[in-house]
């Protein structure tokens, strides 16, 4: 089975904040947990966009602060449940 | 006391330059056109160390939301904020779309600035005044 949105957004996140991907749960803050600076942001969005070829502004991604918030915007970006 | 300076902001931001050149070399040119304009990337790429200017101007669009006490998102990014060399090489900025809106609205007329690199480092501040 290929690997699911999840486990390559958690992949994505935890490769930019270089920690375990198992140690992200819905709830783990980008800013508060992972001290997200903007250039990491920046990158995370990149990174998003290229993962998954979709198109993030910044006024949307700004809403997403957690891991679990992350995900259901790229579900819901590609129209997946 | 009650003195009114003009002033109405400032900002500033220090990063290792290493640190946007390891993002730049992850990222390519997709996280280099969220960041710098057309015409900033063929500057800095011109000169004999890229990540130096590229920085210094990171800092500086950095420093400038700080000095509006503003954070990337609601409709600022970046690329609103444009770093150009006068003809004596010293730097200006300028502003466009929603950060416009709110420097007029705030009465802020002008964005006074300065950007150095040493070593490792880059930093930059931005003063706002009416």
């Known amino acids: 089975m290929s690997e699911s949105i999840e486990a390559r957004a958690k992949r994505l996140i935890a490769e930019q904040f270089g920690v375990d991907p198992e140690e992200l749960k819905p709830e783990t803050h ?29 006024e949307e991604a700004e809403r997403n602060v957690t891991v679990g918030q992350v995900i259901e915007y790229v579900k819901a970006k590609l129209g997946v449940k | 006391m009650g003195l009114d300076t003009g002033i109405k902001g400032l900002g500033v931001d220090l990063m290792e330059i290493e640190r946007l050149k390891r993002s730049v070399e ?5 996280l280099l056109e969220k960041i710098f304009t057309e015409e900033e990337i063929r500057y800095c790429f011109s000169m004999g160390e890229p990540y130096q200017h590229l920085a210094a101007r990171f800092c500086l669009k950095e420093a400038v939301l700080k000095a509006f006490g503003l954070g990337l ?8 904020i444009e770093v150009k060399l ?13 950060l416009k809106e ?9 964005i006074i600035v300065s950007m150095s690199h040493s070593g490792e480092y880059a930093i930059a501040v931005a003063i706002l005044t009416g």
């Open chain 2, 73 to 80: 998102g609601r409709g600022v990014t970046l690329r609103d």
């Open chain 2, 86 to 98: 006068n003809e004596l090489g010293k730097p200006y900025v300028e502003i466009h779309g929603r």
């Open chain 2, 102 to 110: 709110k420097a007029e609205k705030s009465g802020v007329s002008r």
């Open chain 2, 26 to 30: 992850r990222r390519g040119r997709r």
């Open chain 1, 30 to 58: 980008l800013v508060k947990d992972l001290k997200m600076e903007s250039l990491d942001k920046i990158e995370l969005i990149a990174a998003f966009e290229e993962e998954f070829d979709i198109e993030i502004p910044e």
